[in-house]
């Protein structure tokens, strides 16, 4: 029916007597979304030693993946947002996220052991990187492509046995956002449930969601059981 209605308004605009019908005439569409395979802090250490062994030897290419990886997984960045960074974006509190899903900029704080980790990852940006702007570069000096982070992660994860083969399920990209907000969550389970709801806030706003609905989302697919204690009055 989607095809259908894009056809019809097509030939709507030619001949007023065609009928568009409704957008939603079969019922809103629901999007599939796989199942996440949230990796473990093991696995994702051994995905980013993986990333260490690519080519060119030498060159900063196995670094930027090493690190970007690294970032994503403990600050929960969109694959957009880590791969459009800027020098600039890294600043003294934080991350200055700015290339969002949502259009609003925001500041993600980084622990200090990330910190130390992209103080040493710029050592070498700037000696290897060239005079571009942005944070991630590859070998070339350009910039990543999201889609390219996305495949070579896959191809990380099956060189380092925590992803099966071709057409078998296994830990994508995206699953490190899950684990951020999982493991986000479990650390504020010690705290009053009082105290949950604005760790849940917290979290939503590091995660970019313009909807608390959404970050809900990212942390039930991961977690059981931690929706029936947030739900406890």
């Not at 979304?33 to 690519?54: C, D, F, G, Q």
């Not at 600043?91 to 200090?112: A, F, I, Q, S, Y």
């Not at 925590?162 to 999982?182: C, S, T, Y």
């Amino acid at each position: 029916m989607r095809f259908v209605r894009g056809l019809a308004v097509f030939l709507h605009v030619e001949d007023g007597r065609h009928e568009v019908p409704h957008r939603d005439a079969l019922g809103k569409p629901r999007q599939y979304r796989p199942p996440p395979r949230i990796p473990s802090l093991e696995e994702i250490r051994k995905i980013m030693t993986e990333a260490l062994s690519l080519g060119p030897a030498g060159s900063l290419t196995p670094l930027t993946f090493h690190f970007i990886i690294g970032l994503v997984a403990c600050t929960g960045l969109r694959r957009s947002e880590a791969t459009g960074l800027l020098l600039g974006d890294l600043g003294p509190d934080g991350l200055m996220v700015r290339n969002t899903k949502n259009r609003r900029d925001r500041l993600v704080p980084l622990h200090e052991s990330a910190r130390r980790a992209l103080d040493d990852y710029l050592v070498a940006r700037k000696r290897q990187g060239g005079p571009g702007e942005h944070l991630f570069v590859l070998a070339s000096g350009r910039p990543m492509h999201p889609d390219y982070l996305t495949q070579t992660f896959v191809l990380l994860a099956r060189k380092a046995g925590v992803r099966g083969g071709r057409g078998e399920p296994g830990p994508r990209l995206h699953d490190l956002r899950h684990g951020f907000a999982v493991r986000a969550l479990e650390g504020s389970i010690s705290s009053s449930r009082k105290d949950v709801g604005r760790h849940m806030l917290a979290l939503s706003t590091t995660l970019g969601h313009a909807n608390l609905v959404h970050s809900y989302c990212h942390a039930s697919l991961g977690i059981t059981g931690l929706s029936a204690f947030l739900l406890v009055p």
